[in-house]
């Protein structure tokens, strides 16, 4: 079975700063990895995904993502956060067998406030 | 185009009632899966259907259930509503097949159960 664990829950920081939320999943087949992030009221949006190939993933926003297959890691980053950046943020895994066992597990989630 | 559209936005019912969500996925889609969001558990999956058939299932009780019709559309059942069934139940469809896992998310739909 799979599991992720987000480990922190709640991450303040000021504008401008970086951030990094941290995630770390566990599986006994190769994974595809994903960071959604959710505002208030709001369905799940995709951020970023790692399926194959380099192992640093980048999102339109400036966030990254790399993957550590040694460590089971999955950390997001951001160099330099906006207020905008205000959300909850979840952290995926869906095993590689996708097509017939397509399904998403995810972590606790992560709130991540941005504060002027 | 289109996004994934779930109806309604919110939903509040009695104990003991049973209650249908509704589900479109993106035009093409052929997957649609449900998950549960609650406060203390977080995210939880439900099932995926794909071509009208569930390929995978969650660990939750018989009272949930869903369907896939032949346009994609799907609708989730809830029988004998309980209080702990309050929550965001969000829809989301991909292409479902090799490498087209991405999920896209409608926006949930918000049941209260009173």
């Known amino acids: 079975a799979q599991s992720v664990t987000q480990l922190d829950s709640q991450v303040p920081v000021f504008e401008e700063a970086p951030v990094e939320l941290r995630c770390n999943y566990s599986?006994?087949?190769?994974?595809?990895l994903f960071w959604y992030v959710q505002y208030p009221n709001q369905g799940l949006q995709l951020l970023l995904k790692y399926l194959s190939g380099s192992t640093l993933v980048e999102s339109i926003n400036g966030f990254e993502a790399e993957f550590n297959k040694s460590q089971t890691s999955f950390h997001l980053r951001k160099p330099s956060v906006h207020i905008s950046d205000t959300a909850e943020y979840f952290c995926?895994?869906?095993?590689?067998?996708?097509?017939?066992?397509?399904?998403?597990?995810f972590g606790k989630g992560t709130l991540l406030t941005v504060n002027p | 185009k289109a996004g994934v559209t779930q109806t309604p936005r919110y939903l509040i019912k009695t104990r003991g009632q049973q209650v249908t969500l509704s589900c479109s996925p993106i035009s093409g889609h052929r997957s649609v899966s449900w998950y549960q969001q609650t406060p203390g558990q977080g995210l939880q999956f439900l099932f995926e259907?794909?071509?009208?058939?569930?390929?995978n299932k969650g660990n939750f009780p018989g009272r949930f259930s869903g369907r896939q019709f032949s346009n994609s559309r799907s609708e989730m059942n809830v029988s004998t509503l309980e209080l702990g069934d309050s929550a965001l139940y969000l829809c989301?469809?991909?292409?479902?097949?090799?490498?087209?896992?991405?999920?896209?998310f409608g926006q949930g739909t918000r049941l209260t159960v009173v």
């Open positions: 259907y794909f071509s009208e058939t569930q390929r």
């Open positions: 599986s006994s087949v190769s994974v595809y």
């Open positions: 989301a469809s991909s292409l479902g097949t090799g490498w087209n896992t991405e999920a896209f």
């Open positions: 995926a895994v869906s095993d590689r067998g996708g097509g017939s066992n397509y399904k998403l597990t």
